[in-house]
C-alpha cells in the first residue's frame, strides 16, 4: 500500500547484531500491528500499538509508536537466526465509517551466522 | 479453539474456471476480511465485514465476490480465473475493529 511505507526493504545482518525496520503511514494511524512471516507461511502476530509513545517488547524485540510522525519502529537486539523472515507492519487508518488495516510491503531479514 | 480456518491451502485453476475460497473462523469474531499477498507487495485489502450481512469493497476488489451470511463464514469467490489472481490469499478476523487481527495460514491459489 502506498498508504505505508516500510524500510529498508531488505537487510542483511550478522548474528548478534541489532537491526531496525521502520513503518511510516501518510494517513493518521489509530493502530499499528507488526507480524512476522516465514516464507510460505502465514503471519504471525508480534505487537500492536495504540497510543503515541506507546513501546512494546516481547523477548528481543520492541516495537515503538510516534503518533505525532504517524511513525513506527521495530527494533531487535542480539539477532538470531529464528529472527530470520518477512516483517511486515500493519495501520489501521479511518476509511469512511470503518477502520482499515492496510500492510506495508515488508521487509526481508536475513540473519548470516 | 481452531481459530481462522482456509481451504483449501493449495489451488490451481484454469482461467475461466470459478470457485470458492473457505474462510472459517469460531472466536465469534464480528469482523472479517480477505487479502491477497504477492511479491513485494505486502497484502491487499480484497473485501471486508463488520458483520453478519454487511460486506464492503477494499483496496482490489475487482474479480472478486463475497457474502457473510453467517457471523463464523467469510467466502471469496472467484466467478471467473484470471492469471492475474495468482497468489496467496489470506484471510483474517477480529472481535472488533482496533483489537486485535488474527489470520489464516493462507490459500496458495495459482490460475494458468
Known amino acids: 500500500s502506498q498508504e505505508l511505507e516500510q524500510s529498508p526493504q531488505s537487510l542483511i545482518v550478522q548474528e548478534g547484531k541489532n537491526l531496525t525496520i521502520n513503518c511510516t503511514s501518510s494517513?493518521?494511524?489509530?493502530?499499528l500491528y507488526w507480524y512476522k512471516q516465514k516464507y510460505g507461511e502465514g503471519l504471525i502476530f508480534l505487537m500492536m500499538l495504540q497510543k503515541g509513545g506507546e513501546e512494546k517488547s516481547h523477548e528481543k524485540i520492541t516495537a515503538k509508536l510516534d503518533e505525532k510522525k504517524q511513525q513506527s519502529s521495530l527494533h531487535i537486539t542480539a539477532s538470531q537466526p529464528s529472527h530470520a523472515g518477512i516483517y511486515l507492519c500493519g495501520a489501521e487508518t479511518l476509511n469512511s465509517n470503518d477502520y482499515k488495516l492496510s500492510f506495508g510491503a515488508g521487509t526481508t531479514v536475513t540473519v548470516r551466522a | 479453539n481452531a481459530g481462522v480456518t482456509q481451504t483449501p491451502k493449495f489451488q490451481v485453476l484454469k482461467t475461466g474456471q470459478s470457485m470458492t475460497l473457505q474462510c472459517a473462523q469460531d472466536?465469534?469474531?464480528?469482523?472479517m476480511s480477505w487479502y491477497r499477498q504477492d511479491p513485494g507487495m505486502g497484502l491487499r485489502l480484497i473485501h471486508y465485514s463488520v458483520g453478519a450481512g454487511i460486506t464492503d469493497q477494499g483496496e482490489v476488489p475487482n474479480g472478486y465476490n463475497v457474502s457473510r451470511s453467517t457471523t463464523e463464514d467469510f467466502p471469496l469467490r472467484l466467478l471467473s480465473a484470471a492469471p492475474s489472481q495468482t497468489s496467496v490469499y489470506f484471510c483474517?478476523?477480529?472481535?472488533?475493529?482496533?483489537?486485535?487481527?488474527?489470520f489464516g495460514s493462507g490459500t496458495r491459489l495459482t490460475v494458468v
Open positions: 472466536m465469534n469474531h464480528e469482523y
Open positions: 494517513k493518521t494511524l489509530y493502530g
Open positions: 483474517a478476523s477480529s472481535y472488533r475493529q482496533r483489537y486485535g487481527y488474527t
